[in-house]
């Protein structure tokens, strides 16, 4: 394979073969710094095998996410809009939460689906995991897909939550998304593995 040539400030680079593979560092001590309800904090020394000592690192320890895309029979994907602290902002997202302790990702999936918009469906299938953020964080998200729902029940919420539900076309959400009208980076990971499935299953008349 011959070498890239790229630009960067008007100079010409040439980019060569990969280079190896960095190697893995080590983890020992582990100190508690914070417990929260919603996630702890600790500090881990880590080692370098080419070096001779450790360095402290802080790690983020919080449960499994699971993230539902959950579309109806006529190809609506179920939205529900919330104030995020974080931003200080109303957030459009998906459906999702915690995984407990005691629960499947796809089980996590289904019961939060229930609580935030009374929707059930079929069995939900696992679209794939992620990290939300490798360089801090131990857990990962579960994004999870529910077709043909309904509305079946009342919601569940939880003490602080107020949701505005919606249902939207699943063309006009990936539209959206790409546009910026969505800027959860877990739900846009959702609809990025959400589009192929959708347009496999559209092209073969399986839908609607």
Known sequence: MPPLRTSRGGLLFTMSQATPS?????????????????????????????????????????????????????GELVLVKQFRFGVERLSLELPGGVVEQDESALQAASRELVEETGYRGDSPILLGSVHPNPAIQSNRAHVVLINNVERTEATQWDADEELGLSLRPVDEVLTLGRAGGITHALMLNALFWLEPWWRANRSHGLLF
């Open 22 to 74: 960095p190697a893995p560092w080590r983890r020992g001590a582990d100190q508690l710094l914070l417990r929260t309800r919603v996630f702890d904090v600790r500090s881990s020394q880590f080692q370098h095998p080419a070096r001779s000592e450790g360095k402290e690192f802080l790690v983020i320890d919080a449960p499994d996410w699971a993230v539902v895309l959950a579309v109806t029979s006529r």
